[in-house]
Protein backbone atom coordinates (compact mmCIF):
# COMPACT_ATOMS: atom_id res chain seq x y z
CA UNK A 1 0.00 0.00 0.00
CA UNK A 2 1.30 3.33 -0.88
CA UNK A 3 0.28 7.03 0.64
CA UNK A 4 0.48 10.24 0.25
CA UNK A 5 -1.30 13.64 1.89
CA UNK A 6 -1.11 17.30 1.96
CA UNK A 7 -0.23 17.71 -1.76
CA UNK A 8 -1.05 21.39 -1.53
CA UNK A 9 -1.34 22.05 -5.19
CA UNK A 10 2.45 21.53 -5.47
CA UNK A 11 2.73 19.87 -8.80
CA UNK A 12 5.86 20.89 -9.90
CA UNK A 13 9.20 20.20 -8.45
CA UNK A 14 10.40 22.86 -6.49
CA UNK A 15 14.17 24.01 -4.94
CA UNK A 16 14.15 23.76 -0.86
CA UNK A 17 16.95 23.67 1.17
CA UNK A 18 17.34 20.42 2.54
CA UNK A 19 17.38 20.32 6.11
CA UNK A 20 18.91 17.62 8.40
CA UNK A 21 15.85 15.34 9.51
CA UNK A 22 15.35 14.97 5.43
CA UNK A 23 18.57 14.38 4.81
CA UNK A 24 18.36 11.89 7.35
CA UNK A 25 15.26 10.37 5.25
CA UNK A 26 17.70 10.63 1.79
CA UNK A 27 15.65 13.75 -0.08
CA UNK A 28 19.32 15.24 -0.50
CA UNK A 29 22.12 16.65 1.06
CA UNK A 30 21.60 18.50 4.63
CA UNK A 31 22.22 22.40 4.12
CA UNK A 32 22.09 22.02 0.35
CA UNK A 33 19.38 23.48 -2.52
CA UNK A 34 17.70 20.27 -4.43
CA UNK A 35 15.08 20.07 -6.74
CA UNK A 36 12.76 17.65 -5.19
CA UNK A 37 9.00 16.87 -5.50
CA UNK A 38 7.08 17.15 -8.43
CA UNK A 39 3.69 14.81 -9.11
CA UNK A 40 5.25 13.39 -12.79
CA UNK A 41 7.79 12.15 -10.56
CA UNK A 42 5.75 11.21 -7.90
CA UNK A 43 3.71 9.32 -10.68
CA UNK A 44 6.95 7.52 -11.73
CA UNK A 45 7.67 5.95 -7.98
CA UNK A 46 3.52 4.91 -7.81
CA UNK A 47 3.84 2.77 -11.41
CA UNK A 48 6.93 1.46 -10.63
CA UNK A 49 5.99 0.04 -6.47
CA UNK A 50 2.66 -1.15 -8.58
CA UNK A 51 4.50 -3.27 -11.08
CA UNK A 52 6.68 -5.16 -7.94
CA UNK A 53 3.13 -5.91 -6.30
CA UNK A 54 -0.65 -5.36 -6.02
CA UNK A 55 -0.96 -1.53 -4.45
CA UNK A 56 -3.43 0.40 -3.39
CA UNK A 57 -2.54 4.50 -3.37
CA UNK A 58 -4.86 6.86 -0.68
CA UNK A 59 -4.47 10.08 0.14
CA UNK A 60 -5.29 11.73 3.25
CA UNK A 61 -6.50 15.00 2.12
CA UNK A 62 -5.43 18.78 0.98
CA UNK A 63 -4.94 17.98 -2.09
CA UNK A 64 -5.69 21.18 -2.86
CA UNK A 65 -4.22 25.16 -2.44
CA UNK A 66 -0.82 26.09 -1.92
CA UNK A 67 0.68 27.06 -5.43
CA UNK A 68 -0.53 29.40 -8.21
CA UNK A 69 -1.68 26.47 -9.89
CA UNK A 70 -4.82 26.29 -7.58
CA UNK A 71 -5.95 30.09 -7.76
CA UNK A 72 -6.09 30.14 -11.77
CA UNK A 73 -7.61 26.82 -12.19
CA UNK A 74 -9.90 25.80 -9.40
CA UNK A 75 -8.25 22.21 -8.95
CA UNK A 76 -9.01 21.32 -11.75
CA UNK A 77 -5.38 19.50 -12.73
CA UNK A 78 -4.65 18.75 -9.39
CA UNK A 79 -7.44 16.02 -9.39
CA UNK A 80 -6.19 15.35 -12.76
CA UNK A 81 -3.53 14.92 -11.76
CA UNK A 82 -4.53 12.60 -8.87
CA UNK A 83 -6.82 10.64 -11.07
CA UNK A 84 -3.83 9.83 -13.59
CA UNK A 85 -1.57 8.16 -10.83
CA UNK A 86 -4.21 7.03 -10.01
CA UNK A 87 -5.42 7.72 -6.44
CA UNK A 88 -7.85 4.81 -4.92
CA UNK A 89 -9.37 6.87 -1.99
CA UNK A 90 -9.19 10.67 -0.81
CA UNK A 91 -10.13 11.93 2.28
CA UNK A 92 -11.80 15.43 2.40
CA UNK A 93 -9.33 17.92 3.64
CA UNK A 94 -10.14 21.32 4.94
CA UNK A 95 -8.12 22.76 2.10
CA UNK A 96 -10.03 21.48 -0.50
CA UNK A 97 -13.69 22.81 -0.07
CA UNK A 98 -11.63 26.36 0.33
CA UNK A 99 -13.47 27.57 -2.41
CA UNK A 100 -16.75 26.25 -1.05
CA UNK A 101 -18.29 22.55 -1.47
CA UNK A 102 -20.53 23.19 -4.69
CA UNK A 103 -16.84 24.55 -6.39
CA UNK A 104 -14.82 21.42 -5.43
CA UNK A 105 -17.79 19.18 -6.47
CA UNK A 106 -18.44 20.21 -9.71
CA UNK A 107 -14.35 20.12 -10.68
CA UNK A 108 -14.98 16.74 -8.80
CA UNK A 109 -17.43 15.27 -10.86
CA UNK A 110 -16.00 16.65 -14.39
CA UNK A 111 -12.57 15.29 -14.44
CA UNK A 112 -11.70 13.20 -10.90
CA UNK A 113 -12.16 9.22 -11.12
CA UNK A 114 -11.08 8.39 -6.91
CA UNK A 115 -13.84 8.81 -4.96
CA UNK A 116 -14.15 11.44 -1.99
CA UNK A 117 -13.98 10.29 1.88
CA UNK A 118 -15.14 11.64 5.07
CA UNK A 119 -17.35 9.17 7.54
CA UNK A 120 -18.03 11.78 10.10
CA UNK A 121 -19.15 15.08 7.69
CA UNK A 122 -22.83 15.39 7.61
CA UNK A 123 -24.46 17.57 4.45
CA UNK A 124 -21.81 16.62 2.69
CA UNK A 125 -22.09 12.88 3.22
CA UNK A 126 -25.93 13.07 3.62
CA UNK A 127 -25.96 14.99 -0.10
CA UNK A 128 -23.58 12.28 -1.45
CA UNK A 129 -20.80 14.53 -2.48
CA UNK A 130 -18.38 12.07 -0.06
CA UNK A 131 -18.53 8.60 0.55
CA UNK A 132 -18.27 7.43 4.43
CA UNK A 133 -15.49 4.36 3.06
CA UNK A 134 -14.20 2.82 0.22
CA UNK A 135 -13.90 -0.85 -0.60
CA UNK A 136 -10.86 -1.89 -2.48
CA UNK A 137 -9.02 -5.31 -3.79
CA UNK A 138 -5.90 -5.86 -4.91
CA UNK A 139 -4.32 -9.18 -5.13
CA UNK A 140 -7.38 -10.81 -3.77
CA UNK A 141 -6.64 -9.03 -0.44
CA UNK A 142 -9.88 -6.71 0.45
CA UNK A 143 -8.94 -3.56 1.74
CA UNK A 144 -11.65 -1.10 3.22
CA UNK A 145 -10.88 2.46 3.77
CA UNK A 146 -12.82 4.36 6.22
CA UNK A 147 -12.23 8.40 5.66
CA UNK A 148 -12.02 11.10 8.62
CA UNK A 149 -12.33 14.81 7.51
CA UNK A 150 -11.65 18.08 8.66
CA UNK A 151 -13.51 20.76 7.54
CA UNK A 152 -12.44 24.70 7.30
CA UNK A 153 -13.92 26.08 10.20
CA UNK A 154 -14.60 24.22 13.58
CA UNK A 155 -12.48 21.84 15.09
CA UNK A 156 -13.53 17.88 14.39
CA UNK A 157 -15.28 15.73 17.57
CA UNK A 158 -13.05 13.05 18.22
CA UNK A 159 -16.03 11.11 19.72
CA UNK A 160 -18.02 11.33 16.94
CA UNK A 161 -14.95 10.50 14.56
CA UNK A 162 -14.56 7.42 16.23
CA UNK A 163 -18.29 6.30 16.43
CA UNK A 164 -18.28 6.12 12.96
CA UNK A 165 -15.12 4.60 12.61
CA UNK A 166 -16.72 1.77 15.11
CA UNK A 167 -20.18 1.81 13.31
CA UNK A 168 -18.53 0.97 9.92
CA UNK A 169 -16.07 -1.21 11.59
CA UNK A 170 -19.06 -3.86 12.91
CA UNK A 171 -21.17 -3.77 9.94
CA UNK A 172 -18.04 -4.47 7.27
CA UNK A 173 -15.11 -6.24 8.94
CA UNK A 174 -16.22 -9.49 8.41
CA UNK A 175 -15.85 -8.87 4.86
CA UNK A 176 -12.15 -7.01 4.73
CA UNK A 177 -8.98 -8.36 5.33
CA UNK A 178 -7.37 -4.72 6.30
CA UNK A 179 -8.97 -1.90 7.59
CA UNK A 180 -7.23 1.69 7.13
CA UNK A 181 -8.70 4.48 8.81
CA UNK A 182 -7.50 7.46 5.88
CA UNK A 183 -7.46 10.33 8.56
CA UNK A 184 -7.00 14.49 7.92
CA UNK A 185 -7.63 14.86 11.74
CA UNK A 186 -4.11 15.61 12.10
CA UNK A 187 -1.34 14.24 13.98
CA UNK A 188 -2.42 14.56 17.79
CA UNK A 189 -6.27 13.51 17.70
CA UNK A 190 -4.77 10.60 14.96
CA UNK A 191 -2.91 9.32 18.59
CA UNK A 192 -6.38 10.34 20.80
CA UNK A 193 -8.45 8.60 18.02
CA UNK A 194 -7.12 5.30 18.16
CA UNK A 195 -8.15 4.37 21.57
CA UNK A 196 -11.49 4.83 21.46
CA UNK A 197 -11.72 2.68 18.29
CA UNK A 198 -11.60 -1.36 17.46
CA UNK A 199 -10.57 -3.02 14.49
CA UNK A 200 -8.54 -0.99 12.33
CA UNK A 201 -5.15 -2.31 11.20
CA UNK A 202 -3.32 1.32 10.09
CA UNK A 203 -4.45 5.02 10.42
CA UNK A 204 -2.92 7.01 7.16
CA UNK A 205 -2.87 10.52 8.73
CA UNK A 206 -2.38 14.29 6.95
CA UNK A 207 -3.32 17.73 7.92
CA UNK A 208 -0.52 18.93 10.16
CA UNK A 209 2.53 17.73 7.75
CA UNK A 210 4.32 15.26 9.93
CA UNK A 211 6.50 12.18 8.91
CA UNK A 212 5.54 9.62 10.65
CA UNK A 213 7.24 7.05 9.13
CA UNK A 214 8.44 4.49 11.23
CA UNK A 215 4.47 4.13 12.58
CA UNK A 216 3.67 5.60 16.24
CA UNK A 217 1.86 2.55 17.72
CA UNK A 218 -1.24 3.44 20.29
CA UNK A 219 -3.01 0.62 21.86
CA UNK A 220 -6.97 0.55 20.84
CA UNK A 221 -9.96 -0.52 22.62
CA UNK A 222 -9.63 1.40 25.57
CA UNK A 223 -12.07 0.37 28.44
CA UNK A 224 -15.02 1.57 27.30
CA UNK A 225 -14.95 0.30 23.75
CA UNK A 226 -14.32 -2.83 25.09
CA UNK A 227 -17.19 -2.83 27.00
CA UNK A 228 -19.61 -1.96 23.76
CA UNK A 229 -17.74 -3.85 21.15
CA UNK A 230 -16.14 -7.09 20.82
CA UNK A 231 -12.47 -6.34 20.80
CA UNK A 232 -9.22 -6.97 22.38
CA UNK A 233 -6.27 -3.90 22.81
CA UNK A 234 -3.96 -4.33 20.33
CA UNK A 235 -1.02 -1.92 18.87
CA UNK A 236 -2.21 -0.11 15.88
CA UNK A 237 0.32 2.08 13.64
CA UNK A 238 -0.15 5.62 13.06
CA UNK A 239 1.75 6.76 9.43
CA UNK A 240 2.01 10.60 8.59
CA UNK A 241 3.97 11.10 4.80
CA UNK A 242 4.72 14.73 5.26
CA UNK A 243 3.71 17.01 2.54
CA UNK A 244 4.03 18.97 -0.50
CA UNK A 245 4.63 15.53 -2.30
CA UNK A 246 8.09 15.35 -1.33
CA UNK A 247 7.61 11.46 -0.33
CA UNK A 248 5.34 8.54 -0.67
CA UNK A 249 4.72 6.55 1.83
CA UNK A 250 4.78 2.35 1.65
CA UNK A 251 2.90 -0.01 3.61
CA UNK A 252 3.72 -3.68 3.20
CA UNK A 253 1.53 -6.17 4.78
CA UNK A 254 1.35 -10.32 5.03
CA UNK A 255 -2.29 -10.94 5.34
CA UNK A 256 -2.85 -14.96 6.50
CA UNK A 257 -6.19 -16.61 6.34
CA UNK A 258 -4.66 -19.43 8.33
CA UNK A 259 -7.16 -20.00 11.34
CA UNK A 260 -4.31 -20.58 13.58
CA UNK A 261 -3.18 -17.07 12.85
CA UNK A 262 -6.69 -15.45 14.00
CA UNK A 263 -5.04 -14.39 17.54
CA UNK A 264 -3.41 -11.94 16.31
CA UNK A 265 -5.96 -10.48 14.50
CA UNK A 266 -8.72 -8.49 15.32
CA UNK A 267 -12.02 -10.77 16.33
CA UNK A 268 -14.72 -11.31 13.34
CA UNK A 269 -12.08 -10.47 10.94
CA UNK A 270 -11.41 -12.98 8.27
CA UNK A 271 -7.99 -12.67 8.10
CA UNK A 272 -4.99 -11.29 9.88
CA UNK A 273 -2.24 -9.14 9.39
CA UNK A 274 1.10 -11.31 10.62
CA UNK A 275 3.66 -9.13 9.18
CA UNK A 276 3.61 -5.36 8.45
CA UNK A 277 6.94 -2.79 7.12
CA UNK A 278 6.73 0.66 6.77
CA UNK A 279 9.07 3.04 4.73
CA UNK A 280 9.26 6.26 2.71
CA UNK A 281 9.99 6.91 -0.76
CA UNK A 282 11.70 10.12 -1.05
CA UNK A 283 10.86 12.10 -4.52
CA UNK A 284 14.67 13.64 -5.37
CA UNK A 285 16.21 14.94 -8.25
CA UNK A 286 17.32 10.98 -9.38
CA UNK A 287 13.66 10.39 -9.84
CA UNK A 288 12.39 10.77 -13.81
CA UNK A 289 9.06 12.71 -14.65
CA UNK A 290 6.67 9.87 -15.94
CA UNK A 291 6.08 11.14 -19.14
CA UNK A 292 1.80 11.31 -19.33
CA UNK A 293 1.60 13.30 -16.14
CA UNK A 294 3.94 15.88 -17.18
CA UNK A 295 2.38 16.09 -20.77
CA UNK A 296 -1.25 16.52 -18.67
CA UNK A 297 0.27 19.43 -16.69
CA UNK A 298 2.00 21.06 -20.05
CA UNK A 299 -0.98 23.55 -20.90
CA UNK A 300 -1.83 24.56 -17.20
CA UNK A 301 1.88 25.11 -17.00
CA UNK A 302 2.21 27.53 -20.40
CA UNK A 303 -0.88 29.27 -18.58
CA UNK A 304 0.66 30.12 -16.01
CA UNK A 305 4.34 30.80 -17.51
CA UNK A 306 2.33 33.22 -19.78
CA UNK A 307 0.76 34.73 -17.01
CA UNK A 308 3.83 35.74 -15.59
CA UNK A 309 3.85 33.12 -13.02
CA UNK A 310 7.95 32.63 -12.97
CA UNK A 311 9.25 36.31 -13.69
CA UNK A 312 10.74 37.48 -11.08
CA UNK A 313 9.63 40.57 -9.03
CA UNK A 314 12.38 40.75 -6.32
CA UNK A 315 15.32 39.44 -5.54
CA UNK A 316 16.50 38.28 -2.06
CA UNK A 317 20.63 38.42 -1.23
CA UNK A 318 19.93 35.74 1.67
CA UNK A 319 17.69 32.77 2.14
CA UNK A 320 14.59 33.91 4.48
CA UNK A 321 13.44 31.30 6.25
CA UNK A 322 10.18 30.26 8.05
CA UNK A 323 11.82 28.62 10.66
CA UNK A 324 11.98 30.31 14.20
CA UNK A 325 15.04 31.48 16.05
CA UNK A 326 14.99 30.30 19.40
CA UNK A 327 11.08 29.46 18.72
CA UNK A 328 10.21 32.95 18.24
CA UNK A 329 10.51 35.07 15.16
CA UNK A 330 11.89 33.81 12.24
CA UNK A 331 13.49 36.08 9.18
CA UNK A 332 10.63 35.58 6.37
CA UNK A 333 7.79 35.63 9.56
CA UNK A 334 9.75 39.48 10.58
CA UNK A 335 9.86 40.20 6.94
CA UNK A 336 6.22 39.65 6.12
CA UNK A 337 4.44 41.11 9.72
CA UNK A 338 6.88 44.09 8.70
CA UNK A 339 4.77 44.31 5.16
CA UNK A 340 1.80 44.33 6.51
CA UNK A 341 2.09 46.48 8.82
CA UNK A 342 3.63 48.79 6.30
CA UNK A 343 0.72 48.07 3.80
CA UNK A 344 -2.32 48.75 6.16
CA UNK A 345 -0.40 51.91 7.50
CA UNK A 346 -1.38 50.54 10.91
CA UNK A 347 0.23 50.46 14.48
CA UNK A 348 1.12 46.59 14.43
CA UNK A 349 0.71 43.38 12.69
CA UNK A 350 -0.17 39.90 13.49
CA UNK A 351 0.03 37.07 11.42
CA UNK A 352 -0.57 32.89 12.02
CA UNK A 353 2.97 31.37 11.79
CA UNK A 354 0.95 28.72 9.60
CA UNK A 355 0.05 30.96 7.29
CA UNK A 356 3.34 31.34 5.81
CA UNK A 357 4.41 27.85 4.10
CA UNK A 358 6.89 27.90 2.39
CA UNK A 359 11.05 29.54 2.91
CA UNK A 360 12.27 32.15 -0.10
CA UNK A 361 15.97 31.03 -1.01
CA UNK A 362 18.32 33.43 -2.23
CA UNK A 363 18.12 34.55 -5.84
CA UNK A 364 15.51 35.65 -7.97
CA UNK A 365 11.88 35.21 -6.11
CA UNK A 366 8.79 35.28 -8.62
CA UNK A 367 5.24 36.06 -8.45
CA UNK A 368 5.04 32.08 -7.75
CA UNK A 369 6.88 32.09 -5.48
CA UNK A 370 5.35 34.74 -3.41
CA UNK A 371 2.39 32.29 -4.03
CA UNK A 372 4.06 29.58 -2.41
CA UNK A 373 4.89 31.61 1.01
CA UNK A 374 1.56 33.34 1.24
CA UNK A 375 -1.28 30.87 -0.74
CA UNK A 376 -4.36 31.49 0.89
CA UNK A 377 -6.74 34.25 -0.26
CA UNK A 378 -6.76 35.81 2.96
CA UNK A 379 -7.95 39.68 3.08
CA UNK A 380 -5.95 42.19 4.99
CA UNK A 381 -8.00 43.73 7.65
CA UNK A 382 -7.13 46.13 10.23
CA UNK A 383 -8.52 45.76 13.71
CA UNK A 384 -9.01 48.23 16.43
CA UNK A 385 -8.50 46.95 20.19
CA UNK A 386 -6.25 47.61 23.21
CA UNK A 387 -2.61 46.11 23.88
CA UNK A 388 -4.25 44.18 26.86
CA UNK A 389 -7.02 42.75 24.67
CA UNK A 390 -4.46 41.66 22.09
CA UNK A 391 -2.40 39.61 25.28
CA UNK A 392 -5.26 37.98 26.52
CA UNK A 393 -5.73 36.66 22.72
CA UNK A 394 -2.55 35.60 22.46
CA UNK A 395 -2.34 33.95 26.07
CA UNK A 396 -3.94 30.54 24.88
CA UNK A 397 -2.25 30.36 21.90
CA UNK A 398 1.13 30.54 23.66
CA UNK A 399 -0.45 28.01 26.48
CA UNK A 400 -0.38 25.52 23.85
CA UNK A 401 2.37 26.26 22.42
CA UNK A 402 4.43 26.19 25.66
CA UNK A 403 2.74 22.81 26.21
CA UNK A 404 3.71 21.32 23.06
CA UNK A 405 7.32 22.68 22.82
CA UNK A 406 6.39 24.51 19.55
CA UNK A 407 8.20 27.61 17.79
CA UNK A 408 5.50 30.98 18.19
CA UNK A 409 1.92 30.28 16.88
CA UNK A 410 2.73 34.00 15.07
CA UNK A 411 4.93 36.70 13.76
CA UNK A 412 4.31 40.46 14.55
CA UNK A 413 5.67 43.86 13.66
CA UNK A 414 5.14 47.07 15.64
CA UNK A 415 5.39 45.66 19.45
CA UNK A 416 7.53 42.89 21.29
CA UNK A 417 6.46 39.82 22.65
CA UNK A 418 8.02 38.29 25.92
CA UNK A 419 6.51 34.54 26.93
CA UNK A 420 7.03 33.03 29.76
CA UNK A 421 6.34 28.98 29.75
CA UNK A 422 6.62 28.06 33.26
CA UNK A 423 4.11 29.77 34.94
CA UNK A 424 2.54 31.45 31.52
CA UNK A 425 3.44 34.79 31.18
CA UNK A 426 2.23 36.70 27.78
CA UNK A 427 3.50 40.25 27.53
CA UNK A 428 4.20 43.01 25.46
CA UNK A 429 6.22 45.40 26.35
CA UNK A 430 6.60 48.88 25.51
CA UNK A 431 2.87 48.73 23.83
CA UNK A 432 1.31 51.89 23.57
CA UNK A 433 -1.78 52.39 25.58
CA UNK A 434 -5.58 52.97 24.34
CA UNK A 435 -6.72 51.89 20.59
CA UNK A 436 -3.81 50.16 18.62
CA UNK A 437 -5.22 49.09 14.79
CA UNK A 438 -3.41 46.16 13.85
CA UNK A 439 -2.78 44.07 10.82
CA UNK A 440 -3.89 40.65 10.17
CA UNK A 441 -5.19 38.31 7.67
CA UNK A 442 -9.33 38.11 7.89
CA UNK A 443 -8.71 34.25 8.72
CA UNK A 444 -7.60 34.93 12.63
CA UNK A 445 -10.71 37.72 12.60
CA UNK A 446 -13.61 35.04 11.03
CA UNK A 447 -14.08 32.91 13.97
CA UNK A 448 -10.69 32.35 14.99
CA UNK A 449 -8.92 34.06 18.42
CA UNK A 450 -8.38 37.66 17.01
CA UNK A 451 -12.10 39.21 17.85
CA UNK A 452 -12.87 42.45 17.51
CA UNK A 453 -15.26 44.22 20.47
CA UNK A 454 -17.68 44.75 17.01
CA UNK A 455 -18.14 44.99 13.80
CA UNK A 456 -17.48 48.67 13.54
CA UNK A 457 -14.13 47.46 15.17
CA UNK A 458 -12.86 45.97 11.80
CA UNK A 459 -11.91 48.29 8.55
CA UNK A 460 -10.94 46.50 5.42
CA UNK A 461 -7.23 46.72 4.26
CA UNK A 462 -5.44 47.64 0.67
CA UNK A 463 -6.27 44.35 -0.56
CA UNK A 464 -5.14 40.32 -0.56
CA UNK A 465 -2.10 39.70 2.17
CA UNK A 466 -0.18 38.34 -0.43
CA UNK A 467 -1.23 41.44 -2.94
CA UNK A 468 -0.49 43.78 -0.06
CA UNK A 469 3.28 41.96 0.66
CA UNK A 470 3.49 42.34 -2.98
CA UNK A 471 3.01 45.65 -3.28
CA UNK A 472 5.64 46.28 -0.26
CA UNK A 473 8.45 44.02 -1.99
CA UNK A 474 8.14 46.17 -5.56
CA UNK A 475 8.44 49.14 -3.27
CA UNK A 476 11.64 48.44 -1.94
CA UNK A 477 15.08 49.90 -2.87
CA UNK A 478 16.52 48.08 -5.92
CA UNK A 479 19.36 45.60 -5.07
CA UNK A 480 21.83 46.81 -8.03
CA UNK A 481 23.70 44.61 -9.98
CA UNK A 482 24.28 41.87 -8.05
CA UNK A 483 20.43 41.53 -8.35
CA UNK A 484 19.82 42.64 -12.02
CA UNK A 485 18.30 46.02 -10.57
CA UNK A 486 15.39 44.30 -8.85
CA UNK A 487 13.84 45.31 -5.59
CA UNK A 488 15.78 43.62 -2.77
CA UNK A 489 13.86 41.38 -0.41
CA UNK A 490 15.38 41.06 2.87
CA UNK A 491 14.87 40.35 5.97
CA UNK A 492 16.44 39.12 10.01
CA UNK A 493 15.23 37.53 12.95
CA UNK A 494 15.61 40.46 15.44
CA UNK A 495 14.38 38.99 18.79
CA UNK A 496 11.10 40.51 19.12
CA UNK A 497 9.56 37.43 20.40
CA UNK A 498 11.03 36.05 23.07
CA UNK A 499 10.28 32.51 24.80
CA UNK A 500 12.08 31.34 27.84
Known amino acids: MLFTADLHS ?8 VGAADAARGLGESGVVATVGGAARLATLVSSERERAPTVLVDAGDLLEGTSFFPRFGGEPEMRVASALPVDALVLGNHDVAQGVDRVAAVHDRVAAFPLLGANLGPELASGFVSPFAELERGGVRVLVIGLSRRDTGFPDVAESAAAVNGIVLERRASADVVIVLSHLGRELDLELVPRTFGVDLVVGGHTHDVLVPPRFV ?53 AIVDARF ?27 AEGDGTPIAYAPDTLSRRAVRRGDSALGDAVADALRIAAQADAAVVNSTGIRADVLAGPVSTGDVTRVLPFADE ?17 LFAQACDGGGSSPVQIAGLSLDVTCSPLSVELPGAPGGTLRVAAPSYLVNGRWLEPHSADDVEPGPGTVRDAWVSVIRSAPTCGETGGGLPCLRGTADGRIRIR
Open 10 to 17: HLDPERVQ
Open 380 to 396: LVVVRTTGESLRAALRP
Open 279 to 305: SLLPVTEAVAERADVSSLLAPYRAVLS
Open 219 to 271: TDCDVDVAARFPCEPRPVPVVHPGAYGRYVGKAEFVVSTDPAEGARGSPGAPS
